[in-house]
Structures are given as C-alpha cells and as structure tokens.
C-alpha cells in the first residue's frame, strides 16, 4: 500500500530534551515536507526537499532541523524543544517527474505536547 | 502576509443541503488550486483540484467553480452528508516555476447535522 508513514504518532516530551520524528514513503517520491498545524492557522510548511541531500526553509523553519540522506525518509529534528512547538505535524510527499500529479501524500501526523 | 484567504472558518449545515467554503488569492502567478479534506486524526487527502484555464470542475458531489478575474474559488458540496463532516482546506501553487510548494488556506471546519 502506497502510504507515508510517520513516528511516534504522540509525543509528550519537555523542553530542550532533544527528539526526532521519523517519516518514510514508499512511493519513490523525490519531494518531501514537514507541515504544522495549528488551531486558526492551517497549514504551514517548516521545511521542504526536492531530492537526497537537497533540503531547504519553508514558512516556519525556526528551531527545526531536517536531512535527506535516502530517498525514503525525511525526519525532523528538535533540538532543543520549546513549548511554542506544541503542535500538529505532518509529513507529506510527491512525485516530480510526472506533468500529470500534483497530489502531495499526507502521513497520519504526530502530535507533539512539549511541556 | 496570507497568500491564501479561506472562509468561513466553520460552516454548520443540515443534510443535504449545500455547503460553500471560499478562497481569494493574490499572486497571479498561482496555476494550481487544490482542495484537501481532512477527517480527525487523519493526515489531510485531496479531495479535488483546478487550474485556472477552467471554469468548473466536478467530481462526484464536489464542485469547484473558479473566477480568474476575481482571483477566487470556491468548494460546493452537493446534497452534504454528516460522513462530509470535516476540515477542508484550499490551497494553491504555482507549478509552472518548478516550485511544488502548496500556500495553504487556514481551513474551514464542515460540520452536517442529519
């Protein structure tokens, strides 16, 4: 089943302990990113990777961390946690060789609480 | 500064009645605008999408009408069902620049009452 796949799905953590949430896809997708959600505010993307080793700021992307070493995976790194971080976040993932699809997939989102 | 203006931010409706949630945009450079629907605890799925060389579009129940000149779209939902029941969001891109960014809408909260 073609999905992406993100860890933990809940987090509860406080500040500055530093954590990473996993996310893969099994699509062979080159484009991946890293959104929060937030009450009244939507979506915003943190950051963004066009390809391995290719990565760079969204909208949000401070106190964050990311890499793209394979293909598959695209975690996102918090340092040093803080509680405006407390947040919803999702993992999504496209094709960039298809004219044809737009569709970003969305994994199942992690909820984080940092307290 | 809010590239995608989306409202109402919570819409309550009976059975099948006809749900319609807005969005303007301001860069004209955007070419393609999508609808993804959320349900809780769920990642967010599209739902359905446009470019601007349309009009209309529909797929099912869901419709999306489109006016370029106004820089707005707008989501009909056509004899809603409480399984309608969820966070929509609208969204827009501009692909035509290589970029795959999706500028979000601040969502619209769907509830169908039976």
């Known amino acids: 089943e073609a999905q992406v796949t993100q860890n933990p799905r809940y987090l509860i953590t406080v500040t500055g302990k530093k954590l990473t949430v996993t996310c893969s896809q099994n699509m062979n997708h080159e484009y991946m990113s890293w959104y929060r959600q937030d009450p009244g505010l939507g979506l915003r993307q943190i950051y963004y990777?066009?390809?391995?080793?290719?990565?760079d700021k969204g909208d949000v992307p401070e106190g964050y961390k990311v890499s793209r070493k394979e293909k598959r995976n695209f975690p996102l790194i918090l340092e040093s946690p803080s509680p405006n971080q407390t947040s919803l976040y999702f993992c999504?993932?496209?094709?960039?060789?298809?004219?044809?699809?737009?569709?970003?997939?969305f994994g199942p989102g992690t909820r984080l609480t940092v307290l | 500064q809010q590239q995608v203006k989306q409202s109402p931010q919570s819409l309550i409706v009976q059975k099948g009645g006809i749900p319609i949630i807005n969005c303007a945009y301001e860069?004209?450079?955007?070419?393609?605008f999508p609808w993804y629907q959320q349900f809780p605890g769920k990642g967010p799925a599209l739902l359905i999408a446009?470019?601007?060389?349309?009009s209309e579009k529909k797929e099912g129940r869901f419709t999306i009408s489109f006016n370029k000149s106004a820089k707005q779209f707008s989501l009909h939902i056509m004899d809603s069902q409480p399984g309608d029941s969820a966070t929509y969001f609208c969204a827009a891109s501009n692909s035509g620049a290589g970029s795959y960014q999706l500028t979000f809408g601040k969502g619209t909260k769907l509830s169908v009452i039976p």
């Open positions: 860069n004209t450079a955007f070419d393609y």
């Open positions: 999504a993932s496209r094709t960039t060789t298809s004219r044809l699809s737009h569709t970003q997939y």
């Open positions: 990777s066009m390809n391995v080793e290719v990565t």
């Open positions: 446009i470019r601007p060389d349309v």
